[in-house]
């Protein structure tokens, strides 16, 4: 198991950490600490990551690690370290933060309203930032070329797309992502072959009727009414329109309409997402819901609008790397679990629609959830992280070669 006595923290002002001595792990574990708690207390959101690029150049420069140049990538990294040749597999991290007040009592909490780290991302970035400063101490050793991944804008689904269209994974032959799970125990990873995320969309409904007096309905088309049987409806996409042995989920989550108690409103807005694991009963579902809507609009005397807006597909990982994955990580200490899929989406699926590898959970044991404005990880958990990214690395360039 992957545990590590630390002596006491040196404190700080959570201000940018000086680069220390990364042959002691001690001081490594120190450093990513520091590191992680400066990202943490100035989260940024989705494409709004200039302060945090900033930071992670800085930190990758005083280890004179190389920093790719890609003009079309505004915020995020992509570092490079080996020979710059290939074989040339890739590590990726998400930078990102969410709009959510934190609301834990730790020191270092986010000094910007309405803007956290509630995912995890300074978590991930602080860890691909020590997989980096292992490596860079083997460089001459590398059979071959690791390229790290800063990633901007998970949160929206479509920063994996900006990184793949900067041209900085050109010629890459293996790629990994990790994400922190509160549900496993530090020292536990899992993965699973196939589906490990699911793909994500989602979608708005605008029915349109006419709006009259409480007291004389007949006199108008219940807007209400119509949205009221469209919510129960859609329900029936994952009970009766596909196959029980598909996972879809089916939510609306947000609806809009009226602005008072004695008045029929012309207009209600629904809000939502759907979940899938599977690329063709994805496609399906636009049709399914548009069906849905034309009937009972057409029946309650009321016009529905569909505005479809296409997130990530399912994460689908390579049956051979996320077993390469989950070995790598015995060696390395963890005790491996086979995981089932998630309904949870991640932007990593855009990266392994074009390049095969895995995607793979370590434990972070907090007590609150993903997204959750408590939500905080356990720091102990971050230098086994970046141990393993480190050695998944080396273990993968060196299996790139025999082929």
Known sequence: MLYYIIGVRRRNSYGQPGLTNTGSTAKLQERLVDIRRNLHLEPELSNEEFETTRKIKAWLKEADIEILELPNL??????????????????????????????????????????MHACGHDFHTTVALGAAYLLKE????????????????????HGAKDVVDSGGLEGVSAIFGLHNSPELAVGELGTCEGAITAGVDRFEIVINGIGAHAATPEKGTDAIVAASQIILALQTITSRRVSALDAVVVSVT?????????????????????????????????????????????????????????????TINDAYWAKFASDAAEESGYVTKVLGPSMGGEDFSYYLQHIP?????????SPYALHHPKFNPEEDAL???????????????????TR
Not at 78 to 91: D, F, K, N, S, V
Not at 138 to 157: C, D, M, S, W
């Open 357 to 365: 590898g895995a995607f793979v959970y370590v434990g972070s044991n």
């Open 74 to 115: 505004k915020t995020g990294v992509i570092a490079q370290i080996g020979t710059g040749r290939e074989p040339i597999m890739a590590l990726r991290a998400d930078i990102d933060a969410l709009p959510i007040d934190e609301e834990t009592d730790v020191p270092f909490r986010s000094k910007f309203a309405g803007k």
């Open 138 to 157: 083997k460089e001459q050793e590398l059979q071959g070329t690791v390229r790290i991944i800063f990633q901007p804008a998970e949160e929206t689904g």
């Open 254 to 314: 947000r609806i809009s309409g009226g602005n008072t108690w004695n008045v029929l409103p012309g207009t209600v807005e629904l809000e939502g997402t759907v979940r899938t694991l599977d690329v063709e009963v994805q496609k399906r579902i636009p049709d399914t819901i548009r069906q849905i809507i034309d009937g009972i609009g057409a029946s309650a005397g009321v016009s529905a609008e569909l505005k479809w807006y296409p997130g990530p597909l399912a």
């Open 383 to 401: 230098l086994p992280a970046a141990e393993y990214y480190s050695h998944l690395a080396v273990r993968c360039l060196n299996e790139l070669n």
